[in-house]
């Protein structure tokens, strides 16, 4: 196992936490009325463009984990090919940055089609 590619994960793992939570915290907290989604304007930006802020505010953070699950792979299983280590944690960051994407912006934005297609044909090419 190697230490490094398990504190390199560590740490990504850590900063999307800190970036999600600090994110909530100090900007989104204030544009939401009791929902998950934010949904009130800040002038200059409408709801819509909140929304879209918020998701891929969040999409960072996801992205992140999905790059530390290979690190994780690569940490655990030294000199193993990587192909389907790297194609699943891609696929499944992407799904879960698909959804993110739908449910902050009510399927307005077609970033979730892009991140689903992505998903979809990392998947589909796994060995």
């Not at 793992?13 to 100090?26: N, Y």
């Not at 998701?55 to 090919?81: K, N, Q």
């Amino acid at each position: 196992m190697y230490i490094s590619l398990t504190l390199a994960a560590a740490l990504l793992i850590a900063t999307g936490i800190v970036h999600s939570v600090l994110g909530e915290w100090l900007i989104f907290r204030h544009l939401r009325q009791g929902t998950l989604v934010p949904q009130l304007a800040a002038p200059p930006l409408r709801s819509r463009n909140v929304r879209i802020l918020w998701a891929t505010w969040h999409l960072a953070s996801v992205l992140g984990w999905g790059f530390a699950a290979v690190l994780l792979g690569m940490a655990a299983a030294p000199g193993v090919p990587v192909q389907s280590l790297v194609l699943k944690s891609l696929s499944g960051a992407s799904a879960l940055g698909a959804i993110l994407v739908l449910v902050g912006t009510n399927g307005r934005h077609p970033g979730w089609i892009a991140l689903s297609a992505v998903a979809a044909l990392s998947w589909a090419a796994l060995p």
